[in-house]
């Protein structure tokens, strides 16, 4: 009978579909297990595959591809070194699960399925993979262990099973995207499960970014009385052992390290850095060129821009018009002086004015209106496009929350571009990591310390500039009011009583309401961003473009050009 155990816990990042990258990251975890002593080694949640797969797990040349290299890592094992359990999707049949094998003695020896497939929010793994059923432990060395798959420990049947069936403790690899408050609902639901079944439990979570989701890591383990027994780091990749030894009571937790958990604007702020950073890279583009308007969104995305791929990579533009302050320019100036970043001005009058030339005979006899104001906004999205065509670097989109939730962007105009770091921050937000941005610096950052954003750019009013004298709350509310009601409309779904309730002024709340979702079709074609509240616009936020539904009591009539009224639909700027 086996006493005493020595787990690996590799958090390691992973590359949706590159196979042969994820095997080695695999292969090299395993060397560093070996070094260390363990007898097995865990990886995250569908490692061998990258997490989320998404319909590419449905392609069976990739499925076969995942089989493979499950099958040549087994073959390692044949040494007597550490056995492996690896995430990796496994096709019996006709049916495709979302599995954890184990690997040892040169073969697979054991595999289990997820049993409870999560099909909300982020997630579509009902789409995908076949549920599996309730798993009783697998045999290793003397011991019995249970391998519940990330959302099977969000319920009690999974480890209940476990438990009656013998299971000593419990190893959960997973594949958990991070969140505001995420952290204290993963260690609120594994202390339930230690509670219930009295078993050790080791949560191990993956790392990196993936398209708009970032996962933070963090991973832990936990004592059969619930205690934290070691703390993995957040948002950056390591690797750490667990010593588990048997008591009278059961199996026991050495302790071991605690990291400390990073929290708050600091973790939003490593979310935006990390899934920038992966984004980029992973998709091999040689940088980022960007507009720097003087204004607080665009200096926030060239301060994490900086601290994601060092100030080498960073190209910041000035696109000036008539509009456009003094203040602005030096603004911008000083804020790419401080990043330490390329900053080029390229004025956009003649631009403009070409387009109005070539348009007055179309638009003879209307007067200018916001459509002027958009011909500005996408002569910069082509400059910066152009650049992109001719250098290389991804265009970096700069428009908050609060911005695409109430369509204050123009499409193919400061909505042009491949990615966007804060589009999940309400305009309040973004403030607040400016400033802490400015008092910290990141860990694992590649810019400087010091006051990166100049403190003009958080003080002035906001404005996008384009008209004499124009600021944002010309046409929305204080954005403390306006962000306050999108929370509430967007996070929470609550209804107009509700907010009008809450001390808001009713015409208000309905007109943002109406902003929010005939600003649908603008959501659906801009640029993916990071993923950091509840409800992020894509992945979990999904709303028919075409919709006749408001609130009860919010009349559905829109108003038309000339001013009558139109029964059927919004005219909406584009």
């Known amino acids: 009978m086996t006493d005493r155990l020595v787990i690996a816990l590799a958090q390691v990042d992973a590359l949706v579909g590159d196979v042969a990258a994820n095997l080695k990251t695999a292969r090299a975890a395993r ?98 993979f076949t549920p599996g059923p309730l798993p009783g432990p697998i045999a290793f060395r003397g011991v019995r262990i249970g391998v519940p798959i990330c959302e099977d420990i969000w319920g009690p049947e999974p480890t209940e099973c476990i438990h009656e069936t013998g299971g000593e403790f419990l190893l959960v690899p997973n594949g958990s995207p991070y969140r505001r408050g995420v952290m204290d609902e993963r260690f609120n639901v594994s202390v339930a499960r230690v509670t219930e079944t009295g078993l050790p439990l080791i949560y191990l979570n993956r790392v990196g970014g993936q398209d708009e989701l970032v996962f933070d890591g963090a991973s832990f383990a936990l004592d059969p009385n619930g205690a934290l027994a070691l703390q993995m780091p957040s948002f950056r990749e390591d690797f750490s052992t667990v010593t588990l030894e048997r008591a009278s009571g059961g199996w026991r937790i050495v302790p071991g390290p605690r990291a400390s958990i990073v929290e708050g604007d600091a973790a939003d702020y490593a979310a935006c850095v990390l899934g920038l950073r992966d984004y980029v890279n992973k998709n091999r583009f040689p940088g980022v060129v960007f507009g720097l308007s003087g204004g607080v969104d665009s200096a926030l995305v060239a301060a994490m821009a900086v601290d994601a791929l060092g100030p080498e990579r960073v190209h910041a533009v000035m696109l ?70 001719k250098f290389g670097p991804m265009v970096l989109t700069t428009g908050n929350k609060s911005e695409m939730s109430v369509g204050y962007a123009t499409l193919y105009g400061d909505m042009n571009g491949g990615f966007n770091p804060i589009k999940d921050l309400y305009k309040g937000e973004v403030y607040a990591l400016c400033r802490w941005r400015n008092a910290h610096v990141p860990p694992d950052a590649l810019g400087t310390a010091g006051e990166v954003i100049p403190d003009r750019i958080l003080t002035k009013a906001p404005s996008a500039e384009l008209r004499e004298n124009q600021t944002d709350q010309d046409s929305l509310p204080p954005y403390d009011a306006l962000d306050a009601i999108l929370e509430a409309l967007v996070e929470d779904e609550r209804s107009v009583a509700e907010i009008v309730a809450a001390g808001y002024e009713e015409a208000t709340v309905r007109r943002i309401e109406r902003l929010l979702y005939i600003a649908e079709y603008k959501r659906r074609q801009a640029a993916p961003g990071v993923k950091l509240t509840r409800r992020n616009f894509g992945r979990d936020r999904r709303y028919p473009i075409t919709n006749g539904f408001r609130d009860p009591g919010t009349p559905v009539v829109f108003d038309t050009p000339a001013g009558q009224k139109a029964p059927r639909r919004d005219l909406v700027d584009f």
């Open 320 to 389: 000036p018009y008539r509009y456009t302050s003094t203040e602005s320019l030096e603004d911008a100036r000083a804020c790419a002086e401080a990043l330490g970043i390329r900053y080029d001005v390229v004025p956009i009058a003649p631009a403009v004015e070409g387009f109005n030339a070539l348009l007055t005979p179309v638009f003879e006899g209307r007067a200018p209106d916001i459509t002027e104001e958009n011909l500005q906004s996408r002569a910069r999205g082509t400059i910066l496009m152009a650049i992109s065509n």
């Open 31 to 128: 060397a560093r297990a070996a070094e260390a002593g363990a007898d097995l080694l865990l990886l995250p949640e569908l490692h061998i595959a990258g997490y989320p797969p998404e319909d590419l797990v449905l392609k069976p040349a990739f499925q076969a591809a995942c089989m493979r290299a499950v099958a040549e890592l087994a073959a390692d094992t044949a040494d007597g070194g550490p056995a492996v359990l690896i995430g990796t999707p496994w096709r019996d049949g006709d049916k495709l699960y979302n599995a954890v094998a184990l690997l040892d003695g040169g073969k697979v020896e054991t595999v289990r399925y997820k049993v409870d497939l999560p099909n909300y929010g982020v997630f579509d793994e009902k789409r995908v």
